[in-house]
């Protein structure tokens, strides 16, 4: 992970690349102000998540600048790429404030969301130009999604490795010890 990236320059919403996006990666404009998201919400105070769309699968999609979301998600996502994926630090007042949200988010709550941008589209009515470039961006779409589980699987796979390697050297070890321990009987 990076380091924290002060976006409002009080401290109130700090971003922390998790994934990078690939250089050519889109982000949200005037033409393309609808985002959709992958997002994990949880408390700052003791790590409690308080919402998710990993569990279902699903994505949020909101239009950016438009206040429909806590205010740290619009500053946050302006500054996004599809593919990226971060960690959005929220203080409360760019949060839900003192009202909190109950019953999930308590007054004064700083929240921590890790979010991915999935894509970036234009309002419904506009025109993206033609039919191919549609079908393009839903082909990058595609592609960054197979990247991305691709990249879990790995991720995974060595994890597995780490454990199994682990446990091979912990096996290794106790077989060590057991052969030390034979041979020094007493002399006669």
């Known amino acids: 992970m990076g380091d924290a990236i002060d976006l409002t320059g009080d401290g109130g919403v700090l ?20 985002v959709d998201v992958h997002y994990e919400g949880v408390l700052a105070e003791n790590g409690e998540v308080f919402d998710t769309t990993r569990e279902d699968n699903t994505v949020f999609s909101f ?8 205010k740290a998600w619009d500053v946050a996502l302006k500054t996004m790429k599809v593919g990226e994926v971060a960690k959005i630090t929220c203080m409360p007042e760019y949060a839900y404030g003192s009202a909190g949200s109950p019953p999930d988010i308590p ?9 991915e941008l999935v894509a970036c589209r234009p309002r419904k009515g506009s025109s993206l130009g033609s039919v191919s470039e549609e079908r393009a961006r839903l082909e990058e779409l595609k592609r960054q999604r197979e990247l991305a589980a691709t990249t879990k699987e790995e991720e995974k796979k060595k994890r597995e490795e780490a454990k199994t390697a682990a446990a091979a050297r ?5 077989e060590s010890k057991k052969g030390q321990g034979k041979g020094k009987g007493k002399a006669k």
């Open 15 to 34: 971003k922390t690349i998790v994934r990078q996006a690939k250089a050519n990666a889109v982000a949200p404009k005037d033409d393309l102000p609808l």
């Open 63 to 70: 239009e950016v600048g438009k206040g429909t979301v806590i």
């Open 107 to 115: 007054p004064n709550a700083t929240l921590i969301f890790e979010v």
């Open 170 to 174: 912990v096996q290794a070890k106790l």
